[in-house]
């Protein structure tokens, strides 16, 4: 079995702060993987069921539908995640202020934070990994068979906790993180898929809770990364909360009433942020209108340059990464020759507008690019890593990407202050050996605090782990010499081996992360420890397709009540009743394949009926009746291309 | 004097057990990635120790190595493998980037060859003694005057006669700097084209260049600093 999984299709996802997606690549094009719904965008939102009257575990939803429930259980759903993975308790308190969930209340210090659903608890990478599952599972429907290895994007400038989180993740969700990618690095893989250029590149990536900003070289194929900065709470939600709060304000000191207290209420006025958020970046003004729960109503105009201002002091905090990144890699902005813009909040006009002063672009003739969608183009960059990995592709073969590590590692010396193993845009994989040895006689252990930072004091950077060296022979004070490997694997995840000299002893080495899951822990959390089973596999394919079967089923059923069924021909209407019981029996086997090609089969069957009942439907509406009410009476989904069509199979 | 390689011994390949020098990253028979070799940095870029370099060549060749070693070329390799080009790979990015850097690449060689270095400083009495003799007047004024120049900088006086002092006096550690670099450079040209009886003297005066090279150099990132530029 494990022949043939190392065999199957690598995938490369995208687990963002607001949306997530998969993609693959098809030939030599990278495509993204659309779900069930026809969408390529899963929104990065889990949400808790409500326990079913029968008892038993709640169901667990991803995406769309778990984001439908934002507005009647704020308490049930949790997104943006990403904010919160790998990171300790004390931090996280007051980033949840403006989030309906919070912490469990019998959170320690020291743990991993732990968010109540409902009922239930999680840790951050679990929620991650029911995202990560409901991708998984996008593929696998698609491709009809079991994948189980990927590339995982993260922001450039995740710490070494961030990015081992993202990978715990992915190994609940039963998925073998081949690599983590950086999402500007990916961007660029992206766009240098199909122009051979040669150059200097800057990729700004402003997405919903992220921001990067990473200079690479192009030549002969290798990506070489020179620099990367950023800042891993910057991002699109800091707009949503600004006007977010300044709407809360307003709401008070106008009508008196303090939505703190309404969750649903809050996430309303958040929609209705987003909303205006985004049409501002076309429109030159938007609109509040809001019902507030003693039945006023709160509205407003907020005009672009009203806009424009108000953001200014969050796009004003991606200048300064801007500025070190040109620094470290020692280049001025007129020597960058192409800049790409990734993320949804390069949307924006504002952002655009500084894009182009920091980077002097118009000035030069130079335009930002903006080709790919800025949505999907760091998952198709995943896709092309992943191709790289799979290393059996013609169009990626000759394609490297270096990519460097974004902050310094370094260990915490005498008097708290910190000894620089390993300069922050170093090359990855990059190691640093350093001796320690011990002040008093006879002492067998050594602890070694690493932390990762640009600050002089340890306690100003961040604490990644405490190693405790165990076993060392006892001898004279400072005779013992005892070498640590400290090495950052091209993950950008520190490893660190240790032995002993002088004796020939490998020092036991005692990690104590500083922030994150154990073995045990992330083994423990596995989402269902069958999920890689073929058995299963199968299984969870059968009743998918029985269950799309049925739908189809459903539909036919009630198909001679229609108008549009009588304006079908003899021959047309026997086509259809014979794929219907085709269907009706197949789905009686076990052959989960057979289902599909005959759910197929009824649906071609079915394309004629369909586009009379869409005519049947607009005409409706022209004759005066609302196309809701057109809805109800033909049944749902009236708006999809085809009435009756299940997402197309590959 | 050098950590020379020891080409008679050979060791067996993991892979075809024939036996093979160990400074080798590939089998030389079976072609499979063999351990982070013994060799110094130099020998990785299968070069001799030496101060000048071709940049573009050393690139070229880091480049050429990357495709072969880098862990993305073995993500579905044996776990030796992958093992062993992540180990190879950090040895190589680590031996580009001491090399490729004039300076790390001069620190790395002295050490290489066995010259003693003085420390950074660690304590400020330190700092004070290693001040080169013949600045020692005038970095003393220089501290005063950037001590002045953060206390207006806090009180939001402008004082534009000290900023155009400061100014100048980065100016001239500036050339200052321009001047140990070129000193170095003749130093470089020396000990590559020197022997055994010649190169210990380069050595000493590369040693001496480097610590006032990184005095003056923090020097002028002081006055940049004050003068936020």
């Known amino acids: 079995m494990k022949a043939s999984m190392a065999e199957g299709r690598v995938v490369g996802i995208d687990l963002g702060t607001t949306n997530s997606l998969v993609a693959y690549m098809e030939g030599s094009t990278p495509v993204v993987i659309p779900g069930v719904d026809g969408s390529n965008l899963v929104p990065s939102v889990v949400a808790l069921d409500p326990i079913p009257p029968e008892g038993g575990r709640p169901t667990i939803t991803v995406g769309n539908t778990a984001r439908r429930s934002l507005i009647e ?60 599952r409901q991708l998984k599972r996008n593929a696998e429907r698609f491709f009809n068979a079991p994948v189980t290895q990927a590339v995982i994007t993260v922001p450039a400038y995740f710490n070494d906790a961030q990015r081992q989180a993202t990978k715990d993740a992915g190994r609940m969700a039963g998925l073998e993180v081949l690599r983590l990618v950086n999402e500007p690095t990916a961007a660029a893989l992206a766009y240098g898929l199909d122009r051979a250029k040669e150059g200097t590149i800057a990729v700004y990536d402003f997405g919903g809770g992220t921001f990067d900003i990473s200079i690479l070289k192009l030549r002969d194929g290798i990506f070489e990364v020179q620099s990367t900065n950023g800042d891993t709470h910057l991002g699109g939600d800091d707009i949503d909360n600004l006007l977010l709060m300044i709407a809360l304000g307003e709401i008070f000191a106008e009508h008196g009433v303090d939505l703190r207290s309404h969750p649903s209420a809050v996430q309303a006025v958040r929609k209705a942020a987003i909303e205006a958020k985004i049409l501002l970046s076309t429109e030159q003004a938007a609109h509040f209108d809001i019902e507030l729960p003693n039945g006023d109503r709160y509205q407003r105009e907020i005009p672009r340059e009203v806009f424009d201002m108000l953001i200014e002091s969050v796009l004003e905090r991606t200048a300064g990464p801007c500025k070190q990144a040109l620094a470290d890699a020692g280049i001025t902005a007129e020597q960058i020759d192409e800049v790409v813009l990734v993320g949804g909040s390069t949307r924006i ?33 995943a896709a092309v890593q992943a191709d790289i990995l799979s290393g059996a592709s013609k169009t990626t073969e000759e394609m490297l990407l270096l990519d460097v590590t974004p902050l310094s590692l370094g260990i915490e010396a005498l008097g708290g202050t910190v000894a620089r193993i390993i300069q922050r845009n170093s090359t990855i994989p990059a190691s640093a050996t350093e001796h320690f040895t011990t002040g008093v006689d006879g002492q067998t252990n050594v ?204 | 004097m050098f950590k020379v390689l020891d080409n008679a011994v050979p060791v067996a390949c993991w892979s075809c057990s024939i036996g093979h020098n160990d400074s080798t990253l590939f089998c030389p028979h079976c072609a499979k990635i063999q351990p982070p070799p013994g060799g110094d940095y130099f020998s990785v870029f299968g070069l001799q120790p030496a101060l000048h370099l071709d940049l573009p060549a050393l690139e070229h060749e880091f480049h050429k190595l990357s495709r072969k070693l880098h862990p993305d070329r073995f993500a579905r390799a044996l776990e030796n493998e992958k093992e062993w080009s992540l180990a190879d790979t950090a040895l190589l990015n680590d031996a580009y980037r001491t090399l490729k850097e004039p300076i790390r690449r ?72 321009e001047s140990v670099d070129r000193d170095l450079r003749i130093q470089w040209q020396s000990w590559d084209t020197g022997d055994v009886a010649t190169r210990p003297a380069s050595q000493k005066k590369m040693v001496a260049l480097l610590d006032r090279r990184r005095y003056l150099s923090n020097l002028v990132r002081d006055v940049n600093e004050v003068l936020g530029a």
């Open chain 1, 73 to 132: 259980t704020p308490e049930r759903v949790v997104y943006s995640v990403k904010r919160l993975m790998g990171r300790g308790m004390e931090e996280l308190t007051e980033e949840l202020k403006l989030f309906p969930f919070h912490l469990a209340a019998d959170a320690q210090p020291g743990e991993v934070p732990r968010i109540q659903l409902g009922e239930m608890q999680f840790t951050p990478p679990e929620i991650s990994a029911y995202v990560l």
């Open chain 1, 349 to 381: 006009p504002a952002v655009r507008q500084l894009v182009n002063d920091l980077f002097q672009l118009s000035k030069r003739g130079k335009r930002p690019h903006t080709e790919l969608n800025p949505d999907e183009v760091v998952a198709l960059g």
């Open chain 2, 106 to 177: 001069t620190e790395y060689l002295l050490k290489l060859v066995g010259t003693e270095m003085g420390a950074p400083p660690e304590s400020k009495a330190e700092k004070v003694a290693r001040v080169p003799a013949d600045l020692l007047e005038e970095v003393f004024d220089l501290n005063m005057q950037l001590d002045e120049m953060r206390m207006n900088r806090k009180t939001g006086e402008a004082d534009p006669l000290l900023e155009a002092s400061l100014k100048e006096a980065r100016q001239k550690y500036s050339e200052m700097l």
């Open chain 1, 447 to 650: 602890a070694i605090h690493v932390v990762q930072g640009e600050r002089e004091l340890a306690a100003d950077c961040r604490s990644l782990a405490r190693f405790d060296l165990k076993g060392i022979p006892p001898m004279s004070a400072g005779l013992p010499r005892i070498e640590v490997k400290f090495l950052i694997d091209a993950d950008g995840i520190l490893q660190v081996t240790a032995r002993e000299q002088r004796s020939g002893l490998a020092a036991q080495i005692e990690v104590k992360a500083t922030y994150g899951l154990t073995d045990e822990q992330v083994e423990s959390m596995i989402l269902d420890s069958f999920d890689n089973a073929e058995a299963d596999f199968a299984k969870r394919l059968l009743i998918e397709a029985r269950n799309e079967a049925e739908t189809i089923l459903t539909a036919v059923e009630r198909a001679p009540q229609s108008a549009a069924w009588a304006l079908l021909t003899d021959e047309e209407r026997t086509k259809v009743l014979v794929a219907r019981d085709y269907l009706i029996s197949t789905k009686q086997g076990e052959d989960a394949a057979a289902i599909r090609e005959a759910t197929l089969l009824l649906d071609h069957a079915t394309r004629r009926f369909a586009e009379l009942m869409m005519e049947a439907a607009v005409s409706t509406a022209i004759r005066g009746k609302t196309m809701d009410a057109a809805n109800e009476e033909l049944g749902e989904a009236v708006t999809a291309p085809h009435a009756m069509a299940p997402a197309e199979f590959k």
